[in-house]
């Protein structure tokens, strides 16, 4: 519905609007409309063939009643699809007033959205963390798909309550970026792309609490492979950009980050080198590998010294870079081969499944770590295993069971059974 101070009909199709109101109710003072300026809507077809009405307003306005609560200067939009995705107000005794807004990034652009891409933007405020701007989204074509996002909060003076914690920011620039590229490439190639920033140790905590506790790893990172069939060959680089670790998983479990830089890696699954008999799995990889420690501290996510030594074993103050130099942690780059060979004998005996085994790994290092208390220094590592397992499987159908409630037709028990006797050993404890 438009309705305005003066409406001309232009063509078949196209009308033109000044001081205009346009909305999806039909009452006359409708709850929600976007006011205008000047305002065209044309009659055109869709992406979809579907027939829609396309608008372009400039001078535009968010009304709540007859109250505008929000200006941009051009807006374009099929007027099926709202330009204003959603719109969310809070308000606590610690942040105050909170609104934050998403919009459809191409009806504020003034451009048609393409079929195959989507992208949004926000445009918040959130109380003492100040105004906040992002943009994300996605794309999905025939050879490549991806997605992007970006947040800035440019005058953040809140607080970061994570975890019973409370960090304080004085007027801090803060914000997140990460993109994810994948591109199919000729002749069984394919190359993945990832970047990640995040500016302070504690803003996905406060921000993307679930990026932060089980998130994918924020990590920059390059990755070719081939495959084909049961083989693949890759080619991984990855390092850190933030200077800290981003993820709460990570920074409970290992506490570090490992760059790679690159790695080369080799596997196969189930082979057959010697004929069908034998099932042969195969991994080997040659890396070169740093830790690299944050150089930030425990005070600066919030946490005292006594939380700090139960935690980290360090203080408050201490960086993290510090308790891994103190533990030995070499600080240059490490160089790695790695081989893992397993050879497999499926065989069977009646009902029983018997599949000898051996399996074969050997680790080499240019480094012989004494610093971690290895009083052997071994650089290279050897370890196997030859084993017998044994799997049998038992099953019984009933044809008889009915139930027209669960859409049963009749019901078939299975119950396997397996077990392993090994003997393993290695040169290092």
Not at 307 to 324: E, K, P, T, V
């Amino acid at each position: 519905y438009v309705r305005a101070e003066s409406i001309r009909q232009t063509s078949a199709t196209d009308f033109s609007a000044l001081n205009a109101r346009l909305t999806t109710s039909e009452f006359a003072t409708p709850h929600f409309s976007i006011g205008a300026g000047q305002l065209s809507l044309q009659q055109v077809r869709r992406p979809d063939g579907q027939t829609g009405a396309f608008f372009t307003a400039e001078d535009t306005t968010l009304n709540l009643g007859d109250t505008p609560v929000f200006y941009w200067p051009e807006l374009s939009a099929y007027a099926e699809d709202s330009p204003l995705r959603s719109l969310n107000a809070d308000y606590s005794s610690n942040e105050g007033v909170e609104v934050e807004t998403t919009w459809d990034l191409f009806a504020m652009l003034g451009k048609t959205r393409p079929g195959n891409i989507d992208a949004e933007a926000n445009i918040d405020y959130l109380g003492e963390h100040g105004p906040g701007v992002g943009v994300s989204g996605s794309y999905d074509s025939r050879n490549n798909l991806g997605e992007f996002r970006g947040y800035l909060l440019v005058d953040d003076s809140g607080e970061d309550e994570v975890g019973g914690r409370v960090i304080n920011q004085e007027d801090e620039i803060r914000g997140v970026a990460t993109v994810r590229h994948r591109e199919s490439l000729p002749a069984n190639f394919e190359l993945t792309l990832a970047g990640a920033l995040v500016s302070a140790p504690t803003f996905l905590e406060a921000f993307y609490p679930s990026e932060a506790a089980a998130g994918k790893l924020y990590e920059t990172s390059a990755y070719v492979k081939w495959q084909q069939e049961n083989q693949a060959l890759d080619l991984l680089a990855t390092t850190n950009l933030s200077g800290f670790v981003e993820q709460l998983d990570e920074l409970q479990s290992q506490g570090y980050y490992v760059e790679r830089y690159p790695e080369l890696s080799y596997r196969v699954i189930g082979g057959n080198p010697l004929g069908d008999q034998i099932t042969w799995f195969s991994q080997s990889s040659f890396s070169q590998l740093r830790i690299v420690g944050e150089d930030d501290t425990p005070g600066d996510r919030g946490f005292n010294d006594a939380q700090s030594q139960q935690f980290f074993g360090i203080n408050a103050n201490q960086s993290f870079d510090d308790r891994l130099d103190a533990a030995g942690f070499p600080d240059q780059s490490v160089r790695r081969f790695d081989t893992r060979q397993e050879l497999a004998l499926p065989l069977s005996s009646g009902p029983v499944d018997i599949t000898p085994y051996v399996v074969g790994r050997l680790t080499a290092y240019d480094e012989d770590f004494e610093d971690f208390g290895n009083t052997d220094g071994d650089q290279v590592r050897l370890w196997g295993e030859a084993g017998l397992r044994l799997g049998t499987q038992f099953s019984k159908a009933d044809g008889e069971v009915r139930s027209d409630l669960l859409d049963v037709n009749g019901v078939r028990h299975i119950v396997e059974t397996s077990a392993t006797l090994f003997f393993t050993g290695s040169n290092l404890d």
